[in-house]
């Protein structure tokens, strides 16, 4: 089906939809003269997505609300995954979706090279040792002291916006980067080298540290299982700020019991909230931060400026939008 026709400015009305940014708040200091409104609830954007010309949302939507929305011609995601999003549902109904790629790439790269610090230093038993009033002494057993950065082997696994990224800061500690990406011809960028997708395996016994900054697709859904932890070093370290889905969690948490690995620094889960009843909450050294590895002070801005970027494509008549994804 053609795409939706987008009202004029003075004709527009844009939701904003999620339950914690303060996307209305920063959109009105813009003073663009756009009507827009604010949920933060699920029946709320149930209740109002009949007003919308423009639904800018991540976790609220639903597919299921593209029949009761007969004026939504363009979804702006507040992130940049795209599963929540029903592709062929969406063009059927000729609504045009763009993703927030790009907009906390220098937030996610920061974030996974401050986890994989954090487990180099042992920042999180310093912690617990602090809680616990516990000065630790000086250790003598070298494979238990706190090591640093310099000379070890970092494998990304994604050579996206956001691994390119955490490639160029960890050049910076003089690591060793390797990526995998779909495409090899299109070069390494700040990596010492990169292989195919399918080349994982062998790469990850020369890893130090393995970071997951891969989309979630059919390919990558536990993309890290039993044999792919087993192939890594004892001593090697796993950190995602992709999906949690990339991740086979009972291999991890069974990994982590016999000391396959030697730790696991997670910013994603399979079930977010992460379940009381977790495994992943008691098991020995693993870090767990929830699922902020995108957050900045700059996000909603970040957004905005992709928010008005596209729509004045489509004000323009442009057929490509940054970051279209439907």
Not at 157 to 178: C, E, H, P, Q
Not at 210 to 214: G, I, K, M, Q
Not at 216 to 235: C, F, G, H, R, V
């Given at each position: ?70 004026k ?5 995601s ?10 062929d549902?969406l063009?059927a ?17 920061e ?9 180099a ?16 002494g ?41 990526g ?17 997708e399918?080349d994982?395996l ?7 540290f ?5 989309p ?20 090697a370290?796993?950190i995602?700020?992709?999906r ?14 016999k ?58 008549g442009?057929?490509?939008?940054k970051?279209?994804?439907?």
């Open positions: 089906m053609p795409a939706r026709p987008l009202p004029p400015k003075d004709k527009l009305t844009v939701c904003f939809a999620h339950v914690a940014y303060r996307m209305g708040e920063r959109f009105a200091v813009r003073n663009t003269g756009i009507q827009s409104f604010e949920v933060r609830a699920l029946d709320d954007l149930k209740a109002r997505i009949g007003e919308a010309d423009v639904v800018v949302c991540s976790g609220l939507w639903r597919n299921e609300f593209i029949p009761v929305a007969p939504l011609a363009f979804i702006q507040i992130s940049a995954g795209t599963d929540q999003y029903g592709k549902a063009q109904a000729g609504i045009r979706v763009a993703s927030a790629q790009g907009s906390n790439e220098r937030a996610v790269a974030h996974a090279i401050a986890l994989i610090l954090a487990m230093r042992q920042i999180p038993q310093a912690r617990d040792n602090q809680s616990a009033k516990l000065w630790r000086m250790i003598g057993e070298i494979a238990k002291r706190e090591d640093e950065l310099g000379g070890k082997t970092l494998v990304i696994v994604g050579m996206g916006r956001i691994g390119s990224r955490l490639a160029t800061i960890a050049k910076a500690f003089n690591m060793k980067v390797i995998t990406k779909r495409d090899v011809s299109k070069g390494a960028g700040a990596a010492d080298r990169v292989v195919g399918n994982l062998s790469v990850l016994p020369e890893a130090d393995v970071a997951l900054t891969c979630l697709t059919p390919k990558t859904e536990n993309l890290i299982d039993a044999k792919a932890l087993a192939a890594m070093k004892p001593s370290f796993l995602n700020v992709a949690g889905k990339v991740v086979n969690e009972p291999a991890l948490i069974e990994a982590m019991k000391g396959t690995i030697a730790g696991a620094a997670l910013d994603c889960v399979w079930e977010e909230p992460l379940p009381a009843s977790s495994a992943l909450w008691t098991v020995p050294n693993v870090l767990i931060t929830p699922h902020t590895a995108g957050e900045t002070r700059r996000y909603e801005d970040n957004v905005l400026d992709l928010l008005m970027e596209n729509l004045g494509r489509m004000w323009r442009e057929t490509a939008l970051n279209q994804f439907a």
